[in-house]
């Protein structure tokens, strides 16, 4: 029925526009910096089956392992119409715990045929640490823990559950008007599907997303025939989880031909004591991410459930990249899933040379601080990797974030803190053929004593050059108190007094090809 390219585009761009939608909603009526500046938020549909349908161009850390996400909760409950369920839990198809997750099914007659979807980072859950991000050793110590549980049943609100999960967080006005947010973000995604049912009816709907399922699916299948098949080995090295551990390695083996990729990545590291760790959905999301990216190279294809098909993955539970309970995973959500793309695109390198770039800053040089009654959280930009025929960007979010800058006025206006520098770190970008682009220098003067913890990367290891383009340089955090430079390393928890600067200096990417 839908064989017509322009046909499947029109219905492509009608249900990502519900997300899209629900999107702005989220982003303009929450309370938070982090929603409403940055948008560290995300939303998607999922058909009746449980399979992604589309999505909203935000996070992919967030948007990758929702698949997990539905794939673990879907089963769990009774479906109603009106339901709501609420769950953060990491050892479910979550990434970690400031990352909260709503899902919302849409019935038609008695049977549900779409899921909606919102995941959004809220700036504390009740961590031991303003920001609930830092080093840890157990995943209490990173927040509440919400097992999967209806928020809503029937349309009725569980006024008990919400009242215990706000008040377990810092600053519980400011998390419920984003949850608030988030609620009626979803209402108004159901609004925009029932507009759709109504107009082209349930079973057209149905028919054109599994259409469009299988157009991305041949689409994926374009971009394996343009790879040289083979077996490709990558390994890349977290620097330190925080408690003395380092040179963790992050490990794949990719086999790859014109009917599928399978990448295996069980000889990574164990699980480490650290906040390193990623939930199995975290390691999920990096590998569509990487995909999703080559494929776009190709052209502007639609985003569903057809790319993963052609995708097999394996992981190790117990392993730095399928942790298990209690392990905590903050850092391995926002820095070990950098990782993971950095070795699957350094695996990439020889089978598809002429789209795949080099190392980027392989962090996102996280940054919270706050008190008992307030916490802030930031992630901040880098240098992209030099790609084939193109320098790299500088001063950019890459990869597994997608977030936005938060403007110095927001934040002074609302922080005990000012911005005295915020600057391209020149020269940080390595040298090639393809210069890498340029990191970032972020300094920041406290007004009050404070709590600050870091979690950040490539401090030891740098990004890595391509085909004889040098490495992208290292980052720094150096703290300048009573007018010395002290240097932190790349994981830590300071109590910052009144006076202290904190300078973040972020890792440049890797140059591509060998400078005449």
């Avoid at 380092?246 to 906040?275: C, H, M, Y």
């Avoid at 800058?405 to 090639?432: D, F, H, M, W």
Wanted: charged share 25%; with cysteine.
């Amino acid at each position: 029925m839908f064989d017509l390219e322009l046909e499947l585009e029109i219905f492509n761009k009608l249900f990502t526009s519900v997300p899209e939608e629900m999107g702005i909603i989220l982003r303009y009526s929450s309370f938070s910096p982090n929603i409403r500046e940055r948008a560290d938020f995300s939303c998607a549909i999922f058909d009746e089956k449980g399979e992604l349908l589309a999505q909203a161009s935000h996070i992919p850390v967030h948007l990758g392992a929702m698949p997990e996400t539905i794939r673990e909760i879907l089963p769990l409950f009774d479906w109603s119409e009106g339901d709501m369920v609420i769950t953060n839990d990491p050892y479910r198809g979550g990434t970690h715990l400031p990352d909260i997750t709503l899902i919302k099914p849409v019935f038609f007659g008695n049977r549900p045929c779409f899921y909606l979807i919102i995941r959004a980072h809220h700036a504390d859950v009740g961590g031991k640490y303003p920001g609930s991000m830092g080093p840890v050793e157990h995943i209490k110590d990173e927040g509440i823990l919400i097992e999967p549980t209806l928020i809503f049943h029937r349309g009725r609100l569980n006024r008990d559950l919400f009242e215990e999960i706000i008040s377990s967080m810092r600053n519980p006005t400011e998390r419920c008007g984003d949850f608030k947010a988030m609620f009626s973000a979803l209402d108004r995604g159901e609004i925009r599907l029932r507009e759709l049912i109504n107009k082209y009816g349930i079973e057209t709907l149905i028919s054109a997303g599994s259409a469009l399922k299988n157009y991305t699916e041949k689409a994926i299948l374009h971009l394996f025939k343009k790879t040289k098949s083979g077996t490709y080995y990558a390994v890349d090295y977290m620097d330190c989880d925080g408690y003395g551990n380092e040179d963790i390695p992050i490990r794949v083996t990719l086999t790859v031909n014109f009917d599928g990729v399978k990448l295996d990545f069980t000889q990574s590291a164990d699980q480490v004591r650290g906040p390193l760790n990623a939930p199995r959905g975290v390691t999920v999301s990096a590998v569509y991410y990487v995909f999703i990216s080559l494929l776009k190279t190709l052209g502007d294809f639609p985003i569903n459930h057809g790319l993963f098909r052609r995708i097999e993955i394996s992981t190790r539970r117990g392993s730095i990249l399928d942790a298990e309970y209690p392990a905590p995973v903050s850092g391995g959500n926002v820095e070990t899933s950098q990782r993971v793309v950095d070795v699957i695109l350094k695996a990439l390198a020889e089978a598809i040379p002429e789209l795949v770039p080099a190392g980027s800053c392989g962090t996102m040089n996280n940054i919270t601080f706050g008190r008992d009654d307030f916490a802030y959280y930031e992630t901040i930009g880098g240098g992209m990797g030099a790609r084939p025929g193109k320098e790299g960007l500088s001063a950019v979010h890459c990869h597994m974030t997608n977030t936005l800058n938060t403007p110095i006025e927001a934040l002074e206006q609302l922080y005990p803190v000012k911005i005295l520098r915020y600057s391209i770190r020149r020269g940080s970008g390595g040298e090639g053929k393809y210069r890498g682009g340029d990191g970032l220098i972020r300094e920041f003067l406290f007004e009050e004593d404070l709590i600050v913890t870091l979690l950040t990367e490539r401090r030891r290891h740098a990004p890595y050059g391509l085909w004889g383009g040098n490495n992208g340089k290292v980052g720094q955090n150096i703290l300048i108190r009573d007018g010395k430079e002290i240097e932190l390393p790349g994981k830590t928890i300071i109590e910052v007094k009144k006076g202290d600067r904190l300078v973040i200096m972020t890792p440049g990417g890797g140059g591509w090809g060998r400078k005449s």
